[in-house]
């Protein structure tokens, strides 16, 4: 019961991050969210939240040394991604994020940011993606490249975890079908792809706002 009340606040706190990004990205238009949008993202977070979590717990109750290499190697990535991109694209250091602080004051508060950031995305698509070269430090873009190469390698690493679970399965998991939970995982995240999708395809509320729709885009 605690489990799934918990993932139901997670899922609620991501569903609202999900329409405060819309509302910062896009400040200057009047947007209303349809309750098909909201029960699209619902789906789409439940579905990909739970998976996400569900596969670390499996991988980590048979190799428990590997799972803290697989989440710090996650982790990395996500906190230096922003960095690299910001290094790349030989931007002035941010300055204006607030005047009392100062350069080591600013960069303590950008890889706080940064931190938050990396870990989202150890189990879920941010809603809104860091760009520390915008002033605002989010990416008002839509880069459908970015999240298809995202759930692309999300989908087969869980699928990896999910093998590695099923080879080095203990007596515990004996009463458990485990090909019938590696499907049910595997299609669950794909059931969580396929609400993201019609979101953005036909629930976005600022859908005419793109300069490609995500099917184009794909």
């Not at 579905?47 to 290499?69: H, M, N, Q």
């Not at 870990?119 to 520390?132: D, K, P, T, Y």
């Not at 485990?178 to 792809?193: E, R, S, T």
Request: charge should be positive.
């Amino acid at each position: 019961i605690f489990m799934v009340l918990s993932l139901l606040s997670i899922v609620y706190g991501a569903l609202r991050c999900n329409i405060l990004a819309i509302k910062i990205k896009y400040d200057d238009y009047d947007i209303r969210v349809k309750p098909a949008a909201y029960l699209c993202i619902f789906m789409w977070r439940s579905f990909e939240i739970a998976t996400r979590v569900t596969v670390l717990v499996l991988f980590g109750s048979v190799v428990r040394i590997w799972v803290f290499l697989i989440v710090l190697l996650n982790f990395l990535g996500f906190f230096f991604y922003p960095w690299i991109i910001f290094w790349l694209s030989k931007s002035p250091f941010p300055e204006n994020i607030e005047k009392e602080l100062s350069r080591v004051g600013t960069t303590i508060v950008l890889c706080l940011l940064t931190f938050l950031y990396a870990g989202i995305n150890m189990f879920c698509w941010s809603a809104a993606q860091v760009e520390l070269s915008d002033p605002d430090l989010i990416s008002k873009s839509q880069n459908w490249y970015q999240m298809t190469v995202y759930y692309i390698v999300r989908l087969m690493e869980n699928a990896f975890l999910l093998l590695m679970w099923y080879i080095y399965r203990t007596d515990f998991y004996l009463y458990v079908c485990a090909p019938m939970l590696f499907l049910q995982l595997l299609i669950g995240y794909c059931m969580g792809v396929f609400f993201m999708l019609v979101f953005y395809q036909f629930c976005h509320p600022c859908k005419k706002l793109f300069s490609s729709s995500i099917t184009e885009a794909l």
